[in-house]
């Protein structure tokens, strides 16, 4: 498994921001995918998760209502929908790839990780 996000950039309250993860070897098709974030001086923290096939999802509280999680196996690609966004969604999100087909909400259970790409949202 080698993941890359992409999508990140700089945007005003209230902007969108779509963040996509690719795996070039095409091996997590099978595994549960997540997003996690780290803002400066703070630690990691989940952000939302798909499971294998799509049909179960969860998000964080902060997130819930706003970020949409998806992914198209074919095109083994992950999306993150990120909508209304908030100064506070500034950080370096992260995809990591489970070997596991259901989601979880700890970075534990993701041993396959990308580069993150960072996304700031201005006040």
Excluded: H
């Amino acid at each position: 498994v080698q993941l890359q996000a992409s999508g990140g950039g700089l945007v005003q309250t209230g902007d969108s921001l779509r963040l996509s993860c690719t795996d070039s070897r095409r091996t997590f098709s099978n595994n549960a995918v997540a997003w996690f974030r780290q803002a400066p001086g703070k630690e990691r923290e989940f952000v939302a998760a798909i499971n294998w096939r799509g049909a179960s999802t969860s998000y964080s509280d902060s997130v819930k209502g706003r970020f949409t999680i998806s992914r198209d196996n074919a095109k083994n690609t992950v999306s993150l929908q990120m909508n209304s966004l908030k100064p506070e969604d500034s950080a370096v999100y992260f995809c990591a790839s489970s070997r596991r087909s259901s989601t979880s909400s700890s970075s534990s259970d993701y041993p396959y990780w990308g580069r993150g790409t960072l996304v700031t949202v201005s006040s």
